[in-house]
């Protein structure tokens, strides 16, 4: 899988900033991905920040 970052800092509101990244993924895996986000009813967006936080918080405790 290959990243390609491109970042736009979007403000909410004072206490809260997004900032957007693209990523490249082989389709076989994005398609996954979709499936899943539509089964547990969450936007694509809020499974990949999932994965990243556990993903970050187990290499965090190594």
Known sequence: MT????????????????????VSLPPAFLKDAERL??????????????ALRQYIESRRNK
Do not use: G
């Open 3 to 22: 990243l390609f970052y491109s970042y736009k800092h979007t403000m909410l509101s004072s206490k809260f900033i997004r900032t957007r990244m693209t």
């Open 37 to 50: 986000a539509r089964k547990e009813r969450r936007t694509k967006s809020e499974l990949v920040r999932e």
